[in-house]
């Protein structure tokens, strides 16, 4: 895709709404998260939307899905195919120790004990940290972003390996991962919190709702848009 490697250049073609149209294989998708795999310390809302952080750990069965050292939670929606992408709206202040990460992980992704939260892992984020923007790898890159977006379009494009990151304010690639080693795995949304001063919201990331809106809350999930995989990575229907 012409330009999609720079960080600093407008919506890729396919990631644009105003020409979704010449990219019919494009899906827009709403993501819930999976109570099974939260952190016993995060806080999901009813709809699933949000996700905030407490001091205090919540009596959760301790499931294989779960993770239970780092505060991390997937998306529902599991993909192995095509190109998707969704808008996370952080809600509240970020403060100079605020750390939080959003991107996609592998579906086998660690989730008991410590994880080296990197690609090596089967993790593609940006991280929140010092009041920086950088990715999410071994040796952090820090991204030149200014102000520091507190909404961002996610958009995953599994064929060609590429997990790309959008300022949903001014249409600006902040950054992709190219060659992302999926390995033929399904790939799902992946949220890390690490502060109490921030909540994460999933927002309705049609086409239709793609413009500025920073007033409101979180909206309640509309039927998600986009072509699902079951647990066992088979598409539903």
């Not at 960080?7 to 993501?31: G, I, Q, Y």
């Not at 790309?164 to 249409?171: E, Q, T, V, Y």
Request: charged share 20%; hydrophobic share 35%; net charge negative.
């Amino acid at each position: 895709l012409p330009g999609f490697h720079s960080s600093r250049r407008p919506l890729p073609h396919w990631a644009n709404p105003l020409l979704r149209l010449l990219d019919l294989s494009l899906e827009w998708v709403k993501v819930t998260l999976d109570p099974c795999t939260a952190h016993p310390q995060l806080i999901l809302s009813e709809d699933k939307t949000s996700v905030s952080l407490e001091h205090t750990w919540q009596a959760v069965p301790n499931n294989p899905e779960r993770f239970d050292c780092c505060c991390c939670v997937l998306g529902l929606e599991r993909f192995r195919e095509g190109k998707h992408c969704w808008k996370v709206e952080l809600r509240g202040e970020l403060e100079k120790d605020s750390n939080l990460a959003l991107g996609v992980a592998r579906e086998s992704v660690k989730r008991k004990g410590g994880i080296n939260m990197s690609p090596e892992e089967g993790i593609w984020a940006l991280q929140y940290d010092e009041g920086q923007v950088m990715t999410l790898t071994s040796v952090p890159k820090r991204l030149s972003v200014s102000p520091v977006p507190m909404r961002i379009w996610v958009c995953l494009d599994y064929s060609a390996q590429q997990v790309s990151f959008i300022n949903a304010d001014n249409g600006e690639e902040i950054h992709t991962f190219t060659a992302a080693s999926f390995n033929g795995e399904v790939i799902r949304p992946w949220f890390w919190l690490w502060t109490s001063s921030v909540q994460l919201c999933l927002r309705d990331s049609t086409p239709q709702t793609l413009s500025p809106d920073l007033e409101g809350s979180c909206p309640s999930p509309p039927t998600p848009g986009s072509r699902l995989l079951d647990p066992t990575g088979a598409a539903q229907e």
